[in-house]
């Protein structure tokens, strides 16, 4: 039974922080890439990042890079996004996904980040 509960989604500013966690059980969580995945209102999903097994190697959507930073606590089965300077186009649905065959495989039920005054 994979499962991936996303949760630290909730309503800030713009420029404000923000940070997501993901935690997975049911599988073998280090010897998967994770990626993180969002999704507006009427617009199909964009592609945030992602991240290695062992975590050394991170990669992100132009859109947040410089701002988000992905990281993965293996000991504890856990991925993270860290959101610094939010902008309103930043509000979506954010899942957590893991990456089996180039693809997400498993997806969490999602956490909502709205970035608003």
């Known amino acids: 039974q994979v499962q991936l509960v996303e949760s630290g989604g909730g309503l800030v500013q713009p420029g404000g922080s923000l940070r997501l966690s993901c935690a997975a059980s049911?599988?073998?969580?280090?010897?998967?890439?994770m990626s993180w995945v969002r999704q507006a209102p009427g617009k199909g999903p964009e592609w945030v990042s992602n991240?290695?097994?062992?975590?050394?190697?991170?990669r992100y959507a132009d859109s947040v890079k410089g701002r988000f930073t992905i990281s993965r606590d293996n000991a504890k089965n856990t991925l993270n996004l860290q959101m610094n300077s939010l902008k309103p186009e930043d509000t979506a649905l954010y899942y957590c996904?893991?990456?089996?065959?180039?693809?997400?495989?498993?997806w969490g039920q999602g956490t909502q980040v709205t970035v608003s005054s």
């Open positions: 049911g599988f073998t969580f280090s010897t998967y890439y």
């Open positions: 996904a893991r990456v089996f065959n180039s693809s997400g495989d498993y």
């Open positions: 991240i290695n097994t062992g975590g050394g190697m991170t």
